[in-house]
Protein backbone atom coordinates (compact mmCIF):
# COMPACT_ATOMS: atom_id res chain seq x y z
CA UNK A 1 0.00 0.00 0.00
CA UNK A 2 2.98 2.14 0.69
CA UNK A 3 5.09 2.34 -2.52
CA UNK A 4 1.79 2.56 -4.60
CA UNK A 5 1.39 6.12 -3.29
CA UNK A 6 5.14 7.17 -4.53
CA UNK A 7 4.27 7.06 -7.91
CA UNK A 8 1.53 9.56 -7.79
CA UNK A 9 3.90 12.23 -5.73
CA UNK A 10 6.82 11.80 -8.18
CA UNK A 11 6.07 14.12 -11.00
CA UNK A 12 5.83 16.67 -8.05
CA UNK A 13 9.11 16.87 -7.40
CA UNK A 14 9.45 19.36 -10.12
CA UNK A 15 7.17 21.19 -7.72
CA UNK A 16 10.12 21.58 -5.26
CA UNK A 17 12.02 23.80 -8.26
CA UNK A 18 9.65 26.55 -7.32
CA UNK A 19 11.67 27.68 -4.27
CA UNK A 20 11.29 31.44 -4.16
CA UNK A 21 14.73 33.46 -3.27
CA UNK A 22 13.38 34.80 0.06
CA UNK A 23 12.62 31.42 1.13
CA UNK A 24 15.79 29.74 0.67
CA UNK A 25 17.10 32.70 2.50
CA UNK A 26 15.03 32.13 5.21
CA UNK A 27 15.91 28.74 5.47
CA UNK A 28 19.29 29.56 5.62
CA UNK A 29 18.72 32.24 7.77
CA UNK A 30 17.42 29.99 10.22
CA UNK A 31 18.10 26.27 9.93
CA UNK A 32 17.96 26.20 14.06
CA UNK A 33 14.20 27.26 13.96
CA UNK A 34 12.95 23.54 12.47
CA UNK A 35 15.29 21.45 14.59
CA UNK A 36 15.23 23.34 18.08
CA UNK A 37 13.54 21.28 20.55
CA UNK A 38 14.15 23.77 22.95
CA UNK A 39 12.44 27.26 21.06
CA UNK A 40 13.94 30.38 23.09
CA UNK A 41 13.26 33.37 22.57
CA UNK A 42 16.18 33.86 19.99
CA UNK A 43 14.35 32.06 17.63
CA UNK A 44 11.61 34.24 17.23
CA UNK A 45 13.86 36.45 15.27
CA UNK A 46 14.50 33.72 12.89
CA UNK A 47 10.77 32.83 13.13
CA UNK A 48 10.04 36.34 12.02
CA UNK A 49 11.94 36.46 8.82
CA UNK A 50 10.22 32.90 7.95
CA UNK A 51 6.83 33.99 8.57
CA UNK A 52 7.61 36.98 6.32
CA UNK A 53 8.96 34.62 4.10
CA UNK A 54 6.25 32.10 4.05
CA UNK A 55 3.38 35.26 3.72
CA UNK A 56 4.97 36.32 0.53
CA UNK A 57 5.18 32.17 -0.85
CA UNK A 58 2.04 31.57 0.09
CA UNK A 59 0.17 34.61 -0.97
CA UNK A 60 1.43 34.28 -4.71
CA UNK A 61 -0.54 30.76 -4.87
CA UNK A 62 -3.85 32.68 -3.91
CA UNK A 63 -3.44 35.10 -6.45
CA UNK A 64 -3.29 32.06 -8.67
CA UNK A 65 -7.36 31.49 -8.77
CA UNK A 66 -10.24 29.88 -7.66
CA UNK A 67 -8.94 27.47 -4.60
CA UNK A 68 -11.83 24.65 -4.85
CA UNK A 69 -11.58 23.67 -8.11
CA UNK A 70 -7.86 23.50 -8.56
CA UNK A 71 -6.55 22.55 -5.19
CA UNK A 72 -4.90 19.98 -5.81
CA UNK A 73 -2.35 21.46 -7.99
CA UNK A 74 -2.39 24.56 -5.84
CA UNK A 75 -1.52 21.83 -3.32
CA UNK A 76 1.50 20.51 -5.25
CA UNK A 77 2.65 23.60 -5.55
CA UNK A 78 2.68 24.99 -2.05
CA UNK A 79 4.44 21.25 -1.22
CA UNK A 80 7.34 21.74 -3.12
CA UNK A 81 7.33 25.65 -1.67
CA UNK A 82 7.00 24.63 1.84
CA UNK A 83 8.84 21.77 1.84
CA UNK A 84 11.77 23.22 0.66
CA UNK A 85 11.80 25.32 4.03
CA UNK A 86 11.80 22.19 6.11
CA UNK A 87 14.79 20.83 4.30
CA UNK A 88 17.69 23.46 4.24
CA UNK A 89 20.49 20.77 4.25
CA UNK A 90 18.58 17.74 2.89
CA UNK A 91 16.46 18.65 -0.24
CA UNK A 92 17.11 15.14 -1.41
CA UNK A 93 15.99 12.81 1.24
CA UNK A 94 12.68 13.30 1.34
CA UNK A 95 11.23 14.85 -1.99
CA UNK A 96 8.22 12.40 -1.24
CA UNK A 97 7.35 13.40 1.78
CA UNK A 98 7.80 17.25 1.04
CA UNK A 99 4.60 17.49 -0.97
CA UNK A 100 2.60 15.73 1.53
CA UNK A 101 2.43 17.48 4.82
CA UNK A 102 2.74 20.62 2.39
CA UNK A 103 0.05 19.56 0.68
CA UNK A 104 -2.34 19.40 4.23
CA UNK A 105 -1.41 23.00 5.68
CA UNK A 106 -1.20 24.55 1.81
CA UNK A 107 -4.57 23.69 1.02
CA UNK A 108 -6.16 24.65 4.39
CA UNK A 109 -6.09 28.52 3.87
CA UNK A 110 -7.88 28.53 0.37
CA UNK A 111 -10.22 25.68 1.36
CA UNK A 112 -11.08 27.47 4.79
CA UNK A 113 -11.09 30.67 2.57
CA UNK A 114 -10.79 32.38 5.79
CA UNK A 115 -6.18 33.92 5.53
CA UNK A 116 -4.25 34.99 2.82
CA UNK A 117 -1.28 35.01 5.11
CA UNK A 118 -0.42 32.15 6.36
CA UNK A 119 1.74 30.73 9.04
CA UNK A 120 1.69 27.05 8.59
CA UNK A 121 5.67 26.34 8.79
CA UNK A 122 5.21 23.99 11.46
CA UNK A 123 4.19 21.42 8.67
CA UNK A 124 7.47 21.78 7.19
CA UNK A 125 9.73 20.11 9.68
CA UNK A 126 7.60 16.77 9.35
CA UNK A 127 9.07 16.57 5.92
CA UNK A 128 12.64 16.54 7.39
CA UNK A 129 12.24 13.07 8.87
CA UNK A 130 14.60 11.04 6.49
CA UNK A 131 13.34 7.38 6.91
CA UNK A 132 10.78 6.25 4.47
CA UNK A 133 8.65 4.31 6.44
CA UNK A 134 7.47 7.67 7.81
CA UNK A 135 7.62 9.38 4.45
CA UNK A 136 5.36 6.00 3.07
CA UNK A 137 3.34 7.29 5.98
CA UNK A 138 2.88 10.84 4.94
CA UNK A 139 1.90 9.52 1.15
CA UNK A 140 -1.03 7.88 2.56
CA UNK A 141 -1.73 11.29 4.55
CA UNK A 142 -1.67 13.12 1.53
CA UNK A 143 -3.57 10.36 -0.37
CA UNK A 144 -6.05 11.30 2.34
CA UNK A 145 -5.74 14.49 2.24
CA UNK A 146 -6.92 15.00 -1.31
CA UNK A 147 -10.43 13.60 -0.96
CA UNK A 148 -12.74 15.79 -1.46
CA UNK A 149 -14.53 15.22 1.83
CA UNK A 150 -11.71 16.43 3.45
CA UNK A 151 -12.61 19.80 2.59
CA UNK A 152 -15.69 19.90 4.23
CA UNK A 153 -14.22 18.29 7.36
CA UNK A 154 -11.37 20.39 7.05
CA UNK A 155 -13.40 23.65 7.46
CA UNK A 156 -15.84 21.69 10.35
CA UNK A 157 -12.39 21.98 12.10
CA UNK A 158 -11.62 24.93 11.83
CA UNK A 159 -14.73 25.83 13.73
CA UNK A 160 -14.03 23.55 16.53
CA UNK A 161 -10.83 22.60 15.74
CA UNK A 162 -8.98 24.12 18.32
CA UNK A 163 -11.37 22.68 21.09
CA UNK A 164 -10.42 19.10 20.20
CA UNK A 165 -7.03 19.57 19.64
CA UNK A 166 -6.78 21.35 22.15
CA UNK A 167 -8.74 18.37 24.23
CA UNK A 168 -6.14 16.36 23.99
CA UNK A 169 -3.48 18.62 25.90
CA UNK A 170 -1.87 17.87 28.92
CA UNK A 171 -1.43 19.40 31.72
CA UNK A 172 2.16 21.08 31.17
CA UNK A 173 1.98 24.28 32.10
CA UNK A 174 4.43 26.63 29.87
CA UNK A 175 6.40 27.39 32.94
CA UNK A 176 7.55 23.81 33.23
CA UNK A 177 9.73 23.68 30.29
CA UNK A 178 11.46 21.14 29.21
CA UNK A 179 11.47 18.68 31.48
CA UNK A 180 7.82 17.80 30.67
CA UNK A 181 8.60 17.90 27.17
CA UNK A 182 11.40 15.56 27.00
CA UNK A 183 10.45 12.75 29.20
CA UNK A 184 7.03 12.99 27.09
CA UNK A 185 8.08 12.25 23.35
CA UNK A 186 5.32 9.48 22.68
CA UNK A 187 2.60 11.57 23.62
CA UNK A 188 0.95 13.68 20.74
CA UNK A 189 -0.80 15.82 22.71
CA UNK A 190 2.11 16.57 25.14
CA UNK A 191 3.41 17.64 22.15
CA UNK A 192 1.30 19.94 21.16
CA UNK A 193 1.03 21.34 24.48
CA UNK A 194 4.32 22.09 23.92
CA UNK A 195 4.33 23.75 21.32
CA UNK A 196 1.15 25.74 22.29
CA UNK A 197 2.14 26.61 24.81
CA UNK A 198 5.57 28.16 24.41
CA UNK A 199 5.05 31.60 25.50
CA UNK A 200 7.89 32.59 22.77
CA UNK A 201 6.03 31.64 20.01
CA UNK A 202 2.95 34.29 20.97
CA UNK A 203 5.03 36.78 19.19
CA UNK A 204 4.77 35.21 15.59
CA UNK A 205 0.92 35.49 15.87
CA UNK A 206 -1.44 33.03 14.06
CA UNK A 207 -4.55 32.94 11.91
CA UNK A 208 -7.82 31.51 12.56
CA UNK A 209 -6.25 28.82 9.83
CA UNK A 210 -3.89 27.60 12.39
CA UNK A 211 -6.44 25.56 14.19
CA UNK A 212 -7.44 23.75 11.08
CA UNK A 213 -3.82 23.30 10.37
CA UNK A 214 -3.20 22.26 13.58
CA UNK A 215 -5.77 19.55 13.30
CA UNK A 216 -4.07 18.63 10.35
CA UNK A 217 -0.53 17.91 12.28
CA UNK A 218 -2.51 15.80 14.48
CA UNK A 219 -3.62 13.38 11.92
CA UNK A 220 -0.03 13.22 10.37
CA UNK A 221 1.20 12.76 14.03
CA UNK A 222 -1.26 10.13 14.51
CA UNK A 223 -0.22 8.53 11.22
CA UNK A 224 3.27 8.89 12.99
CA UNK A 225 2.96 7.64 16.55
CA UNK A 226 1.48 4.53 15.25
CA UNK A 227 4.94 2.77 13.55
CA UNK A 228 8.08 4.26 15.10
CA UNK A 229 8.21 6.28 18.61
CA UNK A 230 12.06 7.24 17.16
CA UNK A 231 10.74 9.02 14.76
CA UNK A 232 7.60 10.19 16.22
CA UNK A 233 9.99 12.05 18.72
CA UNK A 234 12.51 13.46 15.97
CA UNK A 235 9.29 14.98 14.46
CA UNK A 236 7.67 16.19 17.57
CA UNK A 237 11.07 17.63 18.46
CA UNK A 238 11.01 19.73 15.15
CA UNK A 239 7.51 20.75 15.43
CA UNK A 240 8.27 23.22 17.84
CA UNK A 241 10.72 24.52 15.26
CA UNK A 242 7.74 25.08 12.98
CA UNK A 243 4.95 25.45 15.04
CA UNK A 244 3.96 29.13 14.84
CA UNK A 245 0.21 29.30 14.75
CA UNK A 246 0.09 30.12 17.95
CA UNK A 247 -2.41 32.46 19.70
CA UNK A 248 -1.65 33.89 22.92
CA UNK A 249 -5.60 33.37 24.31
CA UNK A 250 -5.20 30.14 22.93
CA UNK A 251 -2.88 29.84 24.55
CA UNK A 252 -4.33 31.14 27.82
CA UNK A 253 -7.46 29.05 26.21
CA UNK A 254 -5.66 25.94 25.82
CA UNK A 255 -4.92 25.80 29.37
CA UNK A 256 -8.69 26.30 30.27
CA UNK A 257 -10.03 24.36 27.14
CA UNK A 258 -8.02 20.98 28.26
CA UNK A 259 -10.98 21.02 30.77
CA UNK A 260 -13.17 20.90 27.99
CA UNK A 261 -12.07 16.99 27.29
CA UNK A 262 -11.22 16.82 30.95
CA UNK A 263 -14.10 14.93 32.03
CA UNK A 264 -13.46 12.30 29.71
CA UNK A 265 -11.08 9.41 31.15
CA UNK A 266 -8.95 9.54 28.13
CA UNK A 267 -6.75 12.73 30.28
CA UNK A 268 -5.69 9.87 32.09
CA UNK A 269 -3.55 8.44 29.31
CA UNK A 270 -1.77 11.50 28.35
CA UNK A 271 -0.51 11.74 32.25
CA UNK A 272 0.98 8.73 32.44
CA UNK A 273 4.96 9.70 31.85
CA UNK A 274 6.20 6.97 29.81
CA UNK A 275 4.00 4.50 28.48
CA UNK A 276 4.20 2.36 25.65
CA UNK A 277 4.09 3.67 22.56
CA UNK A 278 1.67 1.19 20.99
CA UNK A 279 -0.57 1.96 23.83
CA UNK A 280 -0.35 5.23 23.65
CA UNK A 281 -0.57 5.69 20.50
CA UNK A 282 -3.82 3.16 19.99
CA UNK A 283 -5.54 4.92 23.12
CA UNK A 284 -5.09 8.40 21.50
CA UNK A 285 -6.60 7.00 17.81
CA UNK A 286 -9.58 5.12 19.98
CA UNK A 287 -10.21 8.86 21.81
CA UNK A 288 -9.48 10.92 19.52
CA UNK A 289 -12.42 10.67 17.17
CA UNK A 290 -14.15 10.33 20.22
CA UNK A 291 -13.23 13.35 22.09
CA UNK A 292 -13.41 15.18 18.60
CA UNK A 293 -17.15 14.30 18.88
CA UNK A 294 -17.95 15.39 22.26
CA UNK A 295 -15.84 18.07 21.83
CA UNK A 296 -18.51 19.28 18.83
CA UNK A 297 -21.46 18.14 21.45
CA UNK A 298 -19.81 19.90 24.06
CA UNK A 299 -19.43 22.98 21.47
CA UNK A 300 -22.43 22.89 20.17
CA UNK A 301 -24.47 22.07 23.81
CA UNK A 302 -21.86 25.01 25.44
CA UNK A 303 -23.45 27.75 22.39
CA UNK A 304 -26.62 27.18 23.08
CA UNK A 305 -26.58 26.63 26.92
CA UNK A 306 -24.34 29.00 28.52
CA UNK A 307 -24.32 32.68 28.81
CA UNK A 308 -23.49 35.20 26.30
CA UNK A 309 -20.13 35.33 27.78
CA UNK A 310 -18.98 32.30 26.78
CA UNK A 311 -20.36 32.14 23.72
CA UNK A 312 -18.77 35.70 22.66
CA UNK A 313 -15.18 33.70 23.95
CA UNK A 314 -16.03 30.90 21.64
CA UNK A 315 -16.47 33.49 18.82
CA UNK A 316 -13.35 35.38 19.98
CA UNK A 317 -11.82 32.36 20.04
CA UNK A 318 -11.68 31.56 16.51
CA UNK A 319 -11.85 34.68 14.84
CA UNK A 320 -9.67 37.01 16.83
CA UNK A 321 -6.09 37.07 16.48
CA UNK A 322 -3.81 38.77 19.17
CA UNK A 323 0.35 38.19 18.62
CA UNK A 324 0.60 40.43 21.59
CA UNK A 325 0.66 39.41 25.40
CA UNK A 326 -2.81 37.94 26.84
CA UNK A 327 -5.58 40.85 26.88
CA UNK A 328 -6.64 41.96 30.23
CA UNK A 329 -9.45 39.26 30.78
CA UNK A 330 -9.43 36.01 29.50
CA UNK A 331 -11.75 33.78 27.83
CA UNK A 332 -12.77 30.84 29.70
CA UNK A 333 -14.63 27.44 28.72
CA UNK A 334 -16.77 25.80 31.45
CA UNK A 335 -16.04 21.86 31.65
CA UNK A 336 -18.62 19.56 30.55
CA UNK A 337 -21.20 19.22 33.44
CA UNK A 338 -20.22 22.17 35.32
CA UNK A 339 -21.82 25.06 36.22
CA UNK A 340 -21.35 27.95 34.11
CA UNK A 341 -21.96 31.39 35.94
CA UNK A 342 -19.27 33.51 35.51
CA UNK A 343 -18.49 33.28 39.37
CA UNK A 344 -17.85 29.59 39.21
CA UNK A 345 -15.66 30.31 36.31
CA UNK A 346 -13.56 33.21 37.44
CA UNK A 347 -12.96 31.52 41.02
CA UNK A 348 -12.17 27.94 38.57
CA UNK A 349 -9.42 30.43 37.01
CA UNK A 350 -8.15 31.90 40.22
CA UNK A 351 -7.89 28.01 41.60
CA UNK A 352 -5.94 26.98 38.61
CA UNK A 353 -3.94 29.83 38.78
CA UNK A 354 -2.82 29.08 42.11
CA UNK A 355 -2.31 25.68 41.52
CA UNK A 356 0.14 26.29 39.18
CA UNK A 357 2.14 28.69 41.58
CA UNK A 358 2.08 26.04 43.97
CA UNK A 359 3.61 23.38 41.60
CA UNK A 360 6.67 25.79 40.80
CA UNK A 361 6.65 26.69 44.80
CA UNK A 362 7.27 22.81 45.05
CA UNK A 363 9.92 22.54 42.51
CA UNK A 364 11.53 24.96 44.82
CA UNK A 365 11.04 23.99 47.84
CA UNK A 366 13.05 20.85 48.62
CA UNK A 367 10.83 17.88 49.93
CA UNK A 368 7.79 19.29 49.18
CA UNK A 369 7.14 16.89 46.58
CA UNK A 370 5.81 13.99 48.92
CA UNK A 371 3.60 16.76 50.87
CA UNK A 372 0.00 16.74 48.73
CA UNK A 373 -2.40 19.73 49.99
CA UNK A 374 -2.25 23.33 50.13
CA UNK A 375 -2.01 24.07 54.26
CA UNK A 376 0.72 20.84 54.20
CA UNK A 377 2.76 22.98 51.50
CA UNK A 378 2.32 26.27 52.87
CA UNK A 379 3.46 25.37 56.13
CA UNK A 380 6.60 23.57 53.61
CA UNK A 381 7.08 26.92 52.49
CA UNK A 382 6.70 29.11 55.47
CA UNK A 383 9.25 26.91 57.23
CA UNK A 384 11.67 27.15 54.00
CA UNK A 385 11.37 30.73 53.92
CA UNK A 386 12.19 31.50 57.78
CA UNK A 387 15.17 28.84 57.49
CA UNK A 388 16.65 30.34 54.31
CA UNK A 389 16.01 33.93 56.57
CA UNK A 390 17.72 32.59 59.38
CA UNK A 391 20.75 31.31 57.68
CA UNK A 392 21.24 34.60 55.72
CA UNK A 393 21.25 36.63 59.62
CA UNK A 394 23.67 33.28 60.56
CA UNK A 395 25.99 34.50 57.41
CA UNK A 396 25.86 38.22 58.19
CA UNK A 397 28.31 37.33 61.60
CA UNK A 398 31.05 36.44 60.00
CA UNK A 399 31.07 39.84 57.76
CA UNK A 400 30.86 42.21 61.18
CA UNK A 401 34.78 42.17 60.60
CA UNK A 402 35.33 43.32 57.28
CA UNK A 403 38.92 43.67 56.24
CA UNK A 404 40.27 45.19 53.56
CA UNK A 405 40.18 42.34 51.48
CA UNK A 406 36.64 43.10 50.50
CA UNK A 407 38.30 46.22 48.66
CA UNK A 408 40.67 43.56 46.83
CA UNK A 409 37.39 41.16 46.00
CA UNK A 410 35.31 44.42 44.80
CA UNK A 411 38.09 45.12 42.70
CA UNK A 412 38.38 41.53 41.23
CA UNK A 413 34.04 41.65 40.25
CA UNK B 1 24.33 48.58 38.74
CA UNK B 2 20.63 47.24 37.36
CA UNK B 3 20.74 45.61 34.24
CA UNK B 4 17.14 46.13 32.75
CA UNK B 5 18.27 43.89 29.39
CA UNK B 6 18.80 40.80 31.33
CA UNK B 7 16.22 38.67 33.39
CA UNK B 8 16.09 39.66 37.13
CA UNK B 9 15.61 35.88 37.91
CA UNK B 10 18.52 34.61 35.48
CA UNK B 11 20.67 33.34 38.86
CA UNK B 12 24.07 34.10 36.41
CA UNK B 13 23.21 37.96 36.74
CA UNK B 14 21.84 38.16 39.41
CA UNK B 15 24.29 36.18 41.36
CA UNK B 16 27.09 38.91 40.17
CA UNK B 17 24.93 41.92 40.68
CA UNK B 18 23.98 41.23 44.10
CA UNK B 19 27.74 40.06 45.50
CA UNK B 20 28.72 43.62 43.45
CA UNK B 21 26.28 45.85 45.91
CA UNK B 22 26.59 43.91 48.35
CA UNK B 23 30.42 44.36 48.58
CA UNK B 24 29.82 48.06 48.38
CA UNK B 25 27.45 48.34 50.77
CA UNK B 26 29.94 46.08 53.26
CA UNK B 27 32.56 48.61 52.48
CA UNK B 28 30.58 51.36 53.25
CA UNK B 29 29.57 50.00 56.38
CA UNK B 30 33.48 49.69 57.44
CA UNK B 31 33.78 52.98 56.44
CA UNK B 32 31.19 54.55 58.58
CA UNK B 33 32.02 52.30 61.61
CA UNK B 34 35.88 52.61 61.26
CA UNK B 35 36.03 51.80 64.88
CA UNK B 36 34.25 48.56 64.49
CA UNK B 37 37.27 46.47 64.50
CA UNK B 38 38.45 47.65 68.01
CA UNK B 39 35.07 47.54 70.24
CA UNK B 40 33.87 44.11 71.27
CA UNK B 41 31.12 44.84 73.01
CA UNK B 42 28.02 42.73 72.64
CA UNK B 43 25.62 45.39 72.05
CA UNK B 44 28.10 46.73 69.46
CA UNK B 45 28.15 43.20 67.60
CA UNK B 46 25.11 42.85 67.56
CA UNK B 47 24.12 46.03 65.99
CA UNK B 48 26.37 45.55 63.16
CA UNK B 49 25.43 42.20 62.44
CA UNK B 50 21.99 43.61 62.34
CA UNK B 51 23.54 46.13 59.86
CA UNK B 52 25.19 43.75 57.63
CA UNK B 53 22.12 41.53 57.44
CA UNK B 54 19.77 44.66 56.61
CA UNK B 55 22.50 45.81 54.12
CA UNK B 56 22.49 41.81 52.40
CA UNK B 57 18.54 42.25 51.99
CA UNK B 58 18.88 46.07 50.81
CA UNK B 59 21.46 44.92 48.51
CA UNK B 60 19.64 42.00 46.97
CA UNK B 61 16.33 44.03 46.48
CA UNK B 62 18.24 46.65 44.53
CA UNK B 63 19.86 43.98 42.62
CA UNK B 64 16.64 42.67 41.65
CA UNK B 65 15.34 45.95 41.02
CA UNK B 66 12.25 47.83 41.09
CA UNK B 67 10.37 44.78 39.17
CA UNK B 68 8.89 42.87 42.31
CA UNK B 69 6.72 43.76 44.82
CA UNK B 70 8.99 42.32 47.93
CA UNK B 71 12.27 44.14 46.43
CA UNK B 72 10.08 47.08 46.62
CA UNK B 73 9.12 46.89 49.70
CA UNK B 74 12.02 46.45 51.06
CA UNK B 75 13.51 48.91 49.73
CA UNK B 76 10.99 50.83 50.80
CA UNK B 77 10.90 49.85 54.45
CA UNK B 78 14.95 50.44 54.80
CA UNK B 79 14.63 54.17 53.09
CA UNK B 80 11.48 54.67 55.45
CA UNK B 81 13.61 53.27 58.89
CA UNK B 82 16.03 55.44 57.51
CA UNK B 83 14.23 58.20 57.38
CA UNK B 84 12.61 57.58 61.01
CA UNK B 85 15.87 56.99 62.12
CA UNK B 86 16.35 60.44 61.28
CA UNK B 87 13.78 62.42 62.40
CA UNK B 88 14.03 60.59 65.67
CA UNK B 89 17.64 62.22 66.08
CA UNK B 90 16.21 65.42 64.82
CA UNK B 91 18.31 65.12 61.40
CA UNK B 92 16.37 66.30 58.43
CA UNK B 93 17.42 65.59 55.06
CA UNK B 94 16.44 67.40 51.99
CA UNK B 95 14.97 64.14 50.74
CA UNK B 96 12.86 64.05 53.81
CA UNK B 97 9.83 65.60 52.14
CA UNK B 98 9.96 63.88 49.16
CA UNK B 99 10.05 60.52 50.73
CA UNK B 100 7.42 61.41 53.53
CA UNK B 101 4.79 61.74 50.50
CA UNK B 102 5.88 58.95 48.57
CA UNK B 103 6.14 57.02 52.17
CA UNK B 104 2.18 57.98 52.51
CA UNK B 105 1.29 57.67 49.08
CA UNK B 106 2.35 53.97 49.06
CA UNK B 107 1.30 53.31 53.35
CA UNK B 108 -2.33 54.42 52.16
CA UNK B 109 -2.08 51.90 48.77
CA UNK B 110 -0.97 49.31 51.22
CA UNK B 111 -3.83 49.79 53.40
CA UNK B 112 -6.45 50.11 51.33
CA UNK B 113 -5.05 47.03 49.59
CA UNK B 114 -4.77 45.19 52.69
CA UNK B 115 -8.78 45.65 53.34
CA UNK B 116 -9.31 44.81 50.14
CA UNK B 117 -7.39 41.57 50.13
CA UNK B 118 -7.77 40.32 53.72
CA UNK B 119 -10.53 38.37 52.89
CA UNK B 120 -9.11 36.74 50.04
CA UNK B 121 -6.60 35.21 51.94
CA UNK B 122 -6.45 31.75 53.77
CA UNK B 123 -5.20 31.49 57.63
CA UNK B 124 -1.80 30.20 56.28
CA UNK B 125 -0.96 32.94 54.17
CA UNK B 126 -1.27 35.45 56.58
CA UNK B 127 2.13 33.99 58.35
CA UNK B 128 3.46 34.08 54.65
CA UNK B 129 2.79 37.24 54.06
CA UNK B 130 4.38 38.40 57.11
CA UNK B 131 7.57 36.63 56.37
CA UNK B 132 7.39 38.37 52.12
CA UNK B 133 8.39 41.69 53.09
CA UNK B 134 5.40 43.73 51.18
CA UNK B 135 3.27 40.35 51.64
CA UNK B 136 0.64 42.03 53.15
CA UNK B 137 -0.53 44.06 50.40
CA UNK B 138 -0.90 40.89 48.14
CA UNK B 139 -4.15 38.35 47.33
CA UNK B 140 -3.13 34.86 47.64
CA UNK B 141 -2.04 34.08 44.25
CA UNK B 142 0.26 37.03 43.54
CA UNK B 143 2.11 36.11 47.48
CA UNK B 144 2.60 32.58 45.94
CA UNK B 145 4.47 34.20 42.73
CA UNK B 146 6.42 36.93 44.87
CA UNK B 147 7.05 33.86 47.79
CA UNK B 148 9.14 31.76 44.75
CA UNK B 149 10.77 34.44 43.58
CA UNK B 150 11.54 35.36 46.87
CA UNK B 151 12.95 32.01 47.65
CA UNK B 152 15.37 32.00 44.21
CA UNK B 153 16.61 35.25 45.58
CA UNK B 154 17.25 34.35 49.40
CA UNK B 155 19.20 31.60 47.97
CA UNK B 156 21.09 33.03 45.86
CA UNK B 157 22.28 35.13 49.01
CA UNK B 158 22.89 32.90 51.41
CA UNK B 159 25.23 31.10 48.45
CA UNK B 160 27.16 33.95 47.87
CA UNK B 161 27.87 34.91 51.36
CA UNK B 162 28.77 31.72 52.06
CA UNK B 163 30.94 31.30 49.36
CA UNK B 164 32.92 35.05 50.18
CA UNK B 165 33.21 33.69 53.58
CA UNK B 166 34.33 30.56 52.86
CA UNK B 167 36.94 32.26 50.15
CA UNK B 168 38.63 34.59 53.18
CA UNK B 169 37.59 31.78 55.40
CA UNK B 170 35.80 34.13 57.89
Known sequence: MDNEFFMPWQPLSSGMAIQPNDLNCASKQSPDCFFNPNWDSSSTDQGGHFESALSSMVSSPAAAGSYLSNESVLIRELIGKLGSIGNPGEASPSPHSLPLSGNATAAMPYIGGSNSTNTSCYNTPLNSPPDRAVKERFSSVAEFTADPGFAERAARFSCFGSRSFNGRTSQFSPNNGEPPYKSNPLMESGKFQRVLSSPSLKALGSQAVATVQQNVISRLSDRIELTNSNEESSVSEQIPGGENGLKASNEANSRKRKAAAKGKAKESAPSTPVANAMKVSESHDNSSPKRCKPNEDDGNGNDTAKGEDDAKGNNKKNDAKPPEPPKDYIHVRARRGQATDSHSLAERVRREKISERMKLLQDLVPGCNKVTGKALMLDEIINYVQSLQHQVEVMSQPFVNVASVLEFLLLCL | ?170
Open chain 2, 1 to 170: MKNPQRSPTNPGSLRSRFTQVFLQSLLRIRKHNPTSSSSSSHGEFLKRCRRVKVAAYVSMARAVGTRRAWSRATLWRARNGERQRNLLYGRCSKSNSRERSLGKRKRKKKKKKKRDNEEHSFGHAKKLQKLVPGGEAMDFCCLLDETAHYIKCLITQVKVMRSIADFYSL
